[in-house]
């Protein structure tokens, strides 16, 4: 096989595949597209030997790669580049730094995630609200949960709005925001359109609020938005959420849900949300509910889907009515 420096990407992958054995290629599999596993296992097919030396050089470029992601993650590219340097010598720190932004695309405001929240709201909380949308959709959801409780109550829905809406950035503007933030933080510059928020992303947000601030920005919503409110609140509760919930909600919901629902709902979930659900049945009612399933034979996927709504819906309600407890993310149990 050539020198590593005369690989392609696609040459090393596929020696970094064969180097990583077939459990752990497998793992990384799940995570790329048809073609791209079609093009690897082309690949590794037709790689027929592997020397030590191209094999350990391969290994290594990937280890420096994925240290440097991680030190661009803590404190930016300049921060990444110095202990690089320290470690591999200029030369090779830069050219580690230059393929990682080729290939992995540096995320922007990445250093700001290690930024305190309560300073970052200082820093953001007076800027337009589709600036602050578009750094909260960079952030992780429990950060940006945090910063957008502390915004005041009339910006709370206007910044939800503009990140759910939000689809695509020009790094343009990116660049502008990072400029106004550098002179306190620091700039990571992205050159490509990055796509940032969406439903999804402030279903996220609103998860790790408190449950005031949601109420209020989903009420805001309902009035201005009720087509994206109503899609937000159907994805804010999944059916696996019931695991949330403590037995004493559960039996509360299962007395509302209908026997035949509830084993058709059943039919697709792990074994974790089937054991709690049947744990607060009783052992007569439980054991009937697992023969329908039995019996019950292939369900359609819609079906189950269906069934699982209506559940959500149940508990959806019974929260409003403040009859559970919900518990959520960051230790708090929070009551709906």
Partial sequence: MAATEELGGLQKAAVLMIALGPEKS??????????????????IANT?????????NVLDEFYNI???QQYIAEGGIGYAKELLEKALGVDA??????????SLQVRPFEFVRKTDPSQLLNFIQEEHPQTIAMILS????????????????EK??????????????????????????????SSLVNQDYTIVGGVDEVVSILNAVDRSTEKHIMESLEIEEPELADEIRKKMFVFEDILLLDDRAIQRVLREVDNNDLGIALKSTNEEVQNVIFKNLSKRLA?????DMEFMGPVRMKDVEEAQQKIVNTIRRLEEAGEIIISRGGGDDIVV
């Fill in 26 to 43: 497998s793992m990384v599999f799940k995570h790329l597209k048809e073609d791209e596993i079609e093009e690897l296992t082309l690949e």
């Fill in 48 to 56: 027929k030997s592997i020397s030590p030396q191209i094999k350990e």
């Fill in 66 to 68: 994925c240290l440097a």
């Fill in 93 to 102: 720190a830069q050219n580690v730094i230059t393929k990682l932004t080729v």
């Fill in 138 to 153: 960079y952030l992780p959801a429990a950060q940006s949960g945090m910063i957008i409780s502390a915004l005041p109550l």
């Fill in 156 to 185: 709370q829905p206007d910044v939800a709005k503009r990140i759910a809406l939000m689809d695509r950035t020009s790094p343009d503007v990116i660049r502008e925001v990072e400029r106004v933030l550098e002179r306190k933080l």
């Fill in 287 to 291: 054991a009937m509910i697992q023969e």
